[in-house]
DNA sequence: ACTCCTCTTGTCCACGTGGACAAGAGATTC
DNA sequence: GAATCTCTTGTCCACGTGGACAAGAGGAGT
């Protein structure tokens, strides 16, 4: 049924399927036959490629945050740090968020989502860290501890990013306001020179428009 | 096999020992079947008291953190405005976070559980606030925005738990450290003021010691 | 044309799931 | 003591699960 594929394609429409549905309904509740019948192929097929299931989330996990993440360096280092600052604290899409919320707690049982979890966590913390290191140097901000600052900015923005995408407490523009608001008092910055650059969700989203939710 | 027992009584144990379960294995993990083996019935008398699924597992949530906080209000209206903002700020146990954690996610797939995080969210973040004003009419502390100050310190602490509980990027020391740091910052308090005064996790616990992990 | 080799399929299994339901056990009321 | 009501049980169902495995399909290399 399904055209032959390279092993290498066919193993990332694979992960790019299980992350879709992960976005969806969760990692417990993705199952081999719902990610085979993403792709258009027997469930078999799919255990061909990872022995187990949670391998398989573990691995499409660690592979979509690769992606999301990738080139955001060089971005991040050719524009200028207030963009890049402003840029780092807000502009997550919501069903990435959705992925990371829920990866928070499936990581308890899954030794190595919890790796990945970690790794990238730590690499986002010094990517900020890193910004915030250009803006003390080019005297835009100051800092006496920058990744002491980056942690603290970090989990504010995961603390912020829950009331608003999981309990919709909040709308954007308030989750906005009070991590800039947070950052520009932390970091010795003129209160509202941070402000919104980019729309929201400019990379590729793992959940389809059509699929009804709203893209924030 | 099972002696018979108020139905109140049987509710309870119920929905306690569904709390216990979800406090392990999380939300989407907990059976009937599950329940009534920790309850030591059938798993059709589960289905006699609550309907669905759905709704025992979100009627749970509800009736524990009802539980958790009860009495709290009137704790933190005792002591001293330092030791109520110390142990609001602090003193959640590791198994309620987690359960916190696996509810930001499971909520996107259960409305129930949704309005009663929603509440309970709000309702903590009410009761900081009040903190934060009993600090500001007796002179210890300053804060234009009470309920701004609030949910920017709620997100914080909601941040640095993930951190702490689900990846173990941090340990407790430094989670306190980030967390009293930035409430100090807030809210104009001398440096060093704020200390963890209460032992952990001084309420009860769902998962009993015995199960292996550290209380922490 | 032939042989490998790997991808891919279809089918099987034992098990666990939420849910349904009739029958039984116990207390309470009359 | 009999009727009633609710809690409780055991058993049944259709379905979905992760996993296993033999057989087939289709290129690549010779």
Redo the contacts between chains.
């Keep these: 049924m399904a055209t032959r594929l390279h092993p290498a394609e066919r193993r990332e429409q694979i992960l790019d399927a299980t992350m879709r549905l992960v976005a969806r309904?969760?990692f417990?509740?993705v199952t081999l036959r719902d990610v085979a019948a993403e792709v258009g192929v027997v469930h078999g097929l799919i255990r061909h490629y990872f022995p187990t299931r949670e391998q398989l989330v573990a691995e499409a996990f660690d592979a979509a945050v690769r992606t999301e993440l990738a080139g955001d360096e060089e971005v991040a280092e050719r524009v200028e740090p207030f963009e890049a600052l402003a840029d780092w604290l807000t502009t997550t899409p919501s069903d990435h968020y959705?992925v990371w919320?829920?990866a928070?707690?499936?990581?308890?049982?899954n030794p190595e989502l919890?790796a990945s979890?970690?790794h990238h966590?730590?690499d986002c913390e010094h990517r900020l860290a890193r910004i915030i290191e250009r803006l003390t140097e080019s005297g835009l901000g100051a800092s006496d501890d920058p990744a002491?600052d980056a942690?603290?900015l970090?989990?504010?923005?995961?603390?912020?990013a829950?009331?608003h995408h999981?309990?919709?407490?909040?709308d954007r523009a308030q989750a906005d306001r009070?991590v800039y608001?947070?950052a520009e008092?932390?970091l010795g910055i003129r209160p509202g020179t941070l402000t919104r650059s980019r729309p929201t969700a400019a990379r590729g989203q793992w959940v389809a428009a059509a699929a009804g939710g709203t893209a924030d």
């Design positions: 309904d969760g417990a509740r959705f919320m829920d928070w707690s499936e990581a308890q049982r919890l979890l970690t966590h730590r002491a942690k603290m970090t989990a504010l923005v995961d603390g912020i829950v009331q999981a309990i919709g407490l909040i009070v608001h947070a008092d932390r």
